[in-house]
Protein backbone atom coordinates (compact mmCIF):
# COMPACT_ATOMS: atom_id res chain seq x y z
CA UNK A 1 0.00 0.00 0.00
CA UNK A 2 1.34 3.56 -0.58
CA UNK A 3 1.15 6.74 2.11
CA UNK A 4 3.13 9.32 2.07
CA UNK A 5 6.08 9.91 4.33
CA UNK A 6 6.42 12.90 6.02
CA UNK A 7 10.50 12.71 6.28
CA UNK A 8 11.13 11.75 2.60
CA UNK A 9 8.10 13.93 1.75
CA UNK A 10 6.85 12.02 -0.57
CA UNK A 11 5.12 8.63 -1.40
CA UNK A 12 6.57 5.49 -0.69
CA UNK A 13 5.43 1.82 -0.82
CA UNK A 14 5.07 0.90 2.58
CA UNK A 15 6.91 -1.81 3.49
CA UNK A 16 5.85 -4.57 6.63
CA UNK A 17 2.81 -3.01 6.55
CA UNK A 18 -0.55 -4.54 8.74
CA UNK A 19 -3.97 -3.47 9.18
CA UNK A 20 -4.76 -2.17 12.75
CA UNK A 21 -8.45 -0.91 14.05
CA UNK A 22 -7.75 2.54 15.88
CA UNK A 23 -9.91 3.50 18.91
CA UNK A 24 -13.02 4.88 16.99
CA UNK A 25 -13.49 1.44 15.13
CA UNK A 26 -12.29 2.82 11.83
CA UNK A 27 -9.33 0.91 9.87
CA UNK A 28 -5.97 1.77 9.18
CA UNK A 29 -2.63 0.43 7.67
CA UNK A 30 0.73 1.14 9.93
CA UNK A 31 4.03 0.38 8.69
CA UNK A 32 7.72 1.98 7.72
CA UNK A 33 9.14 3.93 5.00
CA UNK A 34 11.35 1.74 2.89
CA UNK A 35 13.99 4.59 2.25
CA UNK A 36 14.64 5.87 5.81
CA UNK A 37 12.69 4.03 8.17
CA UNK A 38 10.22 6.07 9.79
CA UNK A 39 6.81 4.71 11.01
CA UNK A 40 3.92 5.56 8.25
CA UNK A 41 0.45 5.18 9.02
CA UNK A 42 -2.78 5.27 6.63
CA UNK A 43 -6.14 5.69 7.83
CA UNK A 44 -8.85 3.81 5.77
CA UNK A 45 -7.95 0.54 3.36
Do not use: H, L
Not at 15 to 29: F, P, W
Not at 32 to 38: H, I, K, N, R
Amino acid sequence: MEAYCVKCKKKQEMKDSKQVTMKNGRKATTGSCPACGTKMFKIGG
